[in-house]
């Protein structure tokens, strides 16, 4: 079966810091890899994927096969960035999701 | 565009009570899932929709809850009774069918079971 760990489910960081948020997944195929963020009092919207291998509000992150990780980084940490970030997988082919427990992120000025 | 809309916000029952969510989808989704989302932890699929037929519900517990997508737009779940378990956040989001289609969420119905 399918599995996302978060093991942070808290980090704290100071603003202009560099922050990564570490997501390990199991799978014994290809996944698709996601970033979600849900932003205090939003509703829970994609961040980037990893087929996209694009840089989203500074945001970037990797696929590493070998180490079946897909950590999320950025060099300088923004207040705006304090919320809950979930990592996903989805299975290729498929369009079920299979999410993290989460990691609730706080900048602090 | 209102996104995915989802009504109730908030609802609070007593356990063995029934309770309903409705779910309208972006206009042309064709595709619709009900997630649920336990405290601290990340969503979970319940069943997942396209057009009106139900294509996986294998973690939908069938004692209680229940869904219908009638005229493949808006869906509704059901739990029947509640039980204090069913304390949750349940999502409703939408895609098009295409396997490599985005999914946007609503804002979820937070239900607590007293």
């Known amino acids: 079966a399918q599995r996302v760990t978060q093991p942070e489910k808290l980090l704290s960081v100071f603003k202009g810091a560099p922050v990564e948020l570490k997501c390990n997944y199991s799978?014994?195929?290809?996944?698709?890899l996601f970033w979600y963020v849900q932003y205090s009092r939003q509703r829970l919207q994609l961040l980037l994927r990893?087929?996209s291998r694009e840089s989203i509000k500074g945001f970037t992150a990797d696929l590493n096969k070998g180490e079946t990780s897909f950590h999320l980084k950025k060099p300088f940490a923004q207040e705006e960035d304090s919320a809950m970030y979930y990592c996903?997988?989805?299975?290729?082919?498929?369009?079920?999701?299979?999410f993290g427990q989460g990691t609730r992120l706080t900048i602090n000025p | 565009e209102a996104g995915v809309v989802q009504s109730p916000r908030y609802k609070i029952i007593e356990k063995k009570q029934p309770v309903a969510f409705w779910c309208n989808p972006i206009?042309?989704?064709?595709?619709l899932y009900w997630y649920r989302q336990n405290l601290g932890q990340g969503p979970e699929l319940l069943i997942r929709?396209?057009?009106?037929?139900?294509?996986?519900d294998s973690q939908l517990p069938k004692d209680r809850f229940s869904a219908e997508r009638l005229k493949g737009v808006d869906s509704t779940l059901k739990i029947q009774p509640a039980e204090l378990g069913d304390s949750a956040v349940y999502l409703c989001?939408?895609?098009?069918?295409?396997?490599?289609?985005?999914?946007?969420f609503g804002p979820g119905t937070r239900l607590t079971v007293l």
């Open positions: 989001a939408s895609s098009l069918v295409e396997a490599s289609a985005k999914q946007f």
């Open positions: 799978y014994s195929g290809s996944p698709e």
């Open positions: 990893h087929i």
């Open positions: 996903a997988l989805r299975v290729r082919g498929a369009q079920k999701l299979v």
């Open positions: 206009s042309g989704h064709n595709t």
């Open positions: 929709y396209e057009n009106e037929e139900a294509v996986d």
